[in-house]
């Protein structure tokens, strides 16, 4: 393919609303070009990564023997209502109706299309174990859609949905996800990291992300470099040492009038914020719950939804606090208080806390939770940060930045449930199949390997995934023995099926070399003139600093022995780590 005949187009100027490299590099390199907020066209180059991205997917879920299918975008509202996420996915889905009045959404996801359709096909448990997947658009309304391709409101997405008899046999076809999911972020050239996942509103068992650490990441990642512990921070746990508790004297009500935050308390009575109890009231299923936690850390609602088995869990207002404390906002704490409470395991046998005293403009002194509150139960019910102890190995836990590139879930029989997907067993019983689902988000894969891969000058494209394997700068395009020799290079390249761009035009070398560089394919191939008199070709691999010079015979093997010592970097190895998850 040659520049001159290819709608591509860099930019000097970085894109007004770009705020990390990725996205820069994308646009900049004239890989894509946005509609608005949220949307991208592919330009021919972008396109070109985004298939590669696609055919490696492609392969491993063959070679992991699931079955490409294609489902509707457009689905009936209906279905959403059955599984009960017309609410919960709620403002996240774009809906519409049809010219009858029915209403429509545009999948963000297919759990519902595809737990119908199978539970339509699938009759006996010799069908199965099945697993079925996906290339396809998805679309999400998004609050904040930004950093180009990572958080859009359409985006491309290969969605696998596992079909089992028993526990046992979805844990082997989540395996077989996860492996796949290992070797196809291997293959693109990704440095992604399976972490514990919370199950959020999918619901199910249990989950792995897969997380391309970057310091522009949108989720935190908590990572135990002792023992290899790592889990998203919504769900990382931690270890807690049992307390012996101290000597604890009587209650003493304080005078804190007005005073309500935390900060404001522990500069009112010069302490530490970890010597306060933080309570916290919240409606669970519409009953009220209050929280305790140490007046340093923060609550993590997931954590405390998931204990509580509860479907919603919201703030209470300010009327069902004055209800429930009996004092205004601000000074709700454990003592004499009759509601459920549930208090977070740092603070089992603490004592000498300061907390709340359920009356408006007062605190308590002294106080122990095992002499003067009823506890429900203890449990982790705080975000886990850096210097945290790992639950596994109680060594100190790292934070990292990661962006969530990929997430499998074991989703047990949730949506078998709504949808009644039954097979009769070998007995002629009728139970409900076992299912697992597999995401990747594919647009955002291609922009998480640009955020992974590049420097000052542009993007260093992994060969298996960048537009072109090779580039050919050819500095004088009106030379006909030029273009004579680069011809025929890209003809034996080509019969190695390597794939070659040609920039063609009629611009100064430096501008080449300063594109080349931006588009980032592995290797640049440099022919021009000068060079020619000498029979001299010039080789280079995108972000090494030295050139190599061959001949002009000898230049098809070099660059042929140098893209296949790339292509073997991103082989994966037979051997896959195990999953990081207690169930394994
Ligand atoms: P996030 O937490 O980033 O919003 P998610 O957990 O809602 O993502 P999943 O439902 O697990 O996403 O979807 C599977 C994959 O689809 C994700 O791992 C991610 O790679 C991709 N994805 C999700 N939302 C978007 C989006 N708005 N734009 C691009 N890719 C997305
Ligand atoms: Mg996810």
């Not at 007004?16 to 990390?20: G, L, P, R, S, Y």
């Not at 404390?325 to 009759?338: H, I, K, R, S």
């Not at 740092?346 to 000498?352: F, G, I, R, S, V």
């Not at 050819?474 to 009106?478: A, G, I, Q, R, V």
């Given at each position: 393919m040659r520049w001159t005949r290819t709608l591509l187009n860099t930019l000097r100027e970085n894109p007004?609303?770009?705020?990390?490299n990725s996205h820069k590099l994308l646009i900049r390199a004239g890989l894509a070009r946005k509609l608005s907020g949220g949307l991208y066209t592919f330009m021919p180059l972008g396109l070109r990564s985004l298939q590669k991205i696609i055919t490696i997917v492609r392969e491993e879920m063959n070679r992991a023997e699931a079955q490409e299918i294609l489902m509707p975008a457009l689905q009936p509202a209906e279905l959403w209502e059955r599984s009960g996420r017309l609410q919960t996915m709620g403002p996240g889905m774009f809906k519409l109706k049809d010219r009858t009045g029915r209403l429509m959404t545009l999948g963000p996801t297919h759990e519902e299309v595809v737990t119908e359709l199978l539970a339509a096909e699938i009759n006996s448990y010799?069908?199965?174990p099945c697993t079925v997947y996906q290339i396809q658009t998805k679309f999400r309304d998004e609050i904040r859609p930004r950093f180009g391709l990572m958080r859009a409101k359409e985006f491309i997405m290969k969605d696998a949905y596992s079909f089992d008899t028993t526990m046992e046999q979805a844990d082997t076809s989540y395996r077989a996800m996860y492996d796949a999911y290992v070797r196809i972020f291997k293959r693109c050239g990704l440095d992604a990291c399976p972490v514990e996942a919370d199950t959020g509103d999918i619901g199910g068992q249990w989950s792995h992300e897969f997380m391309v650490l970057?310091?522009?990441?949108?989720d935190g990642v908590i990572d135990c470099?002792?023992?290899?512990?790592?889990?998203?921070q919504e769900k990382a746990e931690r270890f807690i040492a049992k307390k012996t508790p101290a000597p604890c004297p009587a209650n003493e009500e304080i005078a804190t009038p007005a005073i309500k935050t935390i900060d404001q308390l522990a500069a009112f009575l010069k302490?530490?914020?970890?010597?306060f109890i933080k309570t916290m009231i919240y409606l669970a299923d519409e009953q009220p719950v209050a929280v305790l936690i140490p007046g340093d850390r923060e609550l993590n609602e997931h954590k405390l939804k998931q204990m509580l088995g509860a479907k919603t869990l919201t703030m209470a207002d300010d009327t069902v606090i004055q209800c429930v404390?009996?004092?205004?906002?601000?000074?709700?704490?454990?003592?004499?208080?009759?509601t459920r409470i549930y208090a977070d395991t740092?603070?089992?046998?603490?004592?000498?806390l300061i907390a709340g005293a359920?009356?408006?403009d007062l605190h308590i002194r002294n106080v122990d939770l095992k002499r003067d509150a009823q506890i429900t139960a203890y449990e982790d019910l705080v975000i886990v940060r850096e210097g945290d102890c790992c639950p596994r190995c109680q060594k100190k836990l790292e934070m990292k930045r990661g962006i969530e590139v990929g997430h499998v879930f074991k989703l047990g029989t949730k949506y078998s449930q709504s949808f009644d997907a039954k097979y009769l067993n070998e007995h002629g019983e009728s139970l409900e199949m076992v299912m697992g689902c597999y995401g990747i988000g594919v647009t955002r894969t291609l922009q998480a390997v640009i955020e992974q891969s590049n420097d000052k000058d542009g993007i260093i494209w992994?060969?298996?995934?960048?537009?072109?394997?090779v580039t050919i700068l050819?500095?004088?395009?009106?030379n006909e023995h030029v273009n004579n020799v680069v011809a025929q290079l890209e003809q034996e390249l080509a019969n190695k099926h390597l794939d070659v761009f040609i920039?063609?035009?009629?611009?100064?070398p430096g501008v080449k070399f300063k594109d080349a560089d931006l588009i980032g394919c592995p290797v640049r191939v440099v022919v021009g003139a000068r060079g020619l008199t000498s029979n001299t070709i010039e080789v280079k691999q995108r972000g090494s600093h030295e050139a190599i010079a061959t001949t002009v015979e000898g230049a098809a093997e070099c660059i042929i022995g140098l893209a296949s010592k790339l292509f073997e970097q991103h082989q994966p190895s037979t051997q896959v780590t195990k999953p990081s998850q207690k169930h394994y």
């Open positions: 007004q609303d770009a705020e990390i010799r069908q199965l970057a310091d522009s990441g949108e470099p002792a023992c290899g512990y790592a889990a998203n302490c530490q914020p970890a010597e404390t009996g004092a205004t906002v601000g000074f709700a704490g454990p003592v004499n208080l009759t740092a603070l089992e046998n603490a004592t000498n359920n009356k408006t992994p060969i298996t995934v960048a537009p072109f394997a050819n500095l004088d395009p009106s920039d063609d035009r009629t611009e100064r």
